[in-house]
């Protein structure tokens, strides 16, 4: 189970792991985590950065180095990761890949409603869904082969979800294959509810189950 955390925000994270290279402001880090495409690992919501910086100092794991001041812009205070802050982010990252945890992705919450659309609608979205997969996992796939230079460690992140998506594809393939040629279990029933309005005593019986009892 994990952990409760001081600062629990995703964006914590990340500014600890910034700011273990040097001291810096917030503004740079928002900057070098930007460039570093840190958004496509983690929910971030830049608009919390301050607030993030401001807890991770008030419960010791950034402290302020100093302040900078470049031309016409107003001071920026400085801050550098402290002794805390450094087992902080060590602990947090054991946690995060040692501690399995489901956050429920848009994806999966579309499917457990799925019954929702008509067999044939949703054979016309997952197709849509699969042709922007396939294109956008091609264009990573040739970005990751240009990156020659860059040790593979820097880069695992991408190679993980590159290989989750890679897996997302292939079974929704499989289940397009299954809705097309009529294999899948339970086709006509969920075809029957949408052609007639009505709902197949089978389904009923089991959208009761779990249903307080009166």
């Known amino acids: 189970m994990a952990k409760r955390r001081k600062v629990s925000n995703l964006l914590g994270l990340a500014v600890l792991s910034t700011v273990s290279a040097r001291p810096m402001h917030p503004y740079e880090m928002a900057a070098l985590m930007r460039a570093r495409g840190k958004e496509r690992d983690m929910d971030i919501k830049w608009g919390s950065l301050y607030t993030v910086v401001g807890n991770l100092e008030k419960h010791g794991f950034l402290a302020v180095e100093g302040s900078v001041r470049e031309g ?12 805390a802050g450094t087992r902080e982010l060590a602990d947090w990252v054991r946690e995060l890949i040692t501690v399995p945890d489901r956050d ?14 008509a067999p044939d609608e949703v ?10 997969m ?7 796939e040739a970005a990751l082969a240009a990156e020659t230079e860059v040790p593979r460690i820097f880069l695992i992140e991408e190679e993980y979800d590159l290989a989750i998506r890679r897996a997302e594809a292939a079974w929704v393939r499989g ?5 097309e040629d009529g294999t899948l279990p339970g086709l006509d029933l969920w075809r029957a509810f949408h052609r007639t309005g009505e709902m197949p005593p089978e389904i009923a019986a089991l959208a009761e189950r779990g249903a307080p009892e009166e």
């Open 72 to 83: 016409a812009r107003p001071e920026r205070t400085v801050y550098r990761i402290t002794d």
């Open 104 to 117: 429920v992705p848009r994806f999966e919450a579309g499917l457990s409603v799925l019954g929702a659309l």
């Open 123 to 132: 054979t016309g979205l997952l197709r849509r869904r699969l042709d922007t």
């Open 134 to 140: 396939e294109r956008q996992i091609a264009g990573d």
């Open 175 to 179: 289940f397009l294959a299954e809705i």
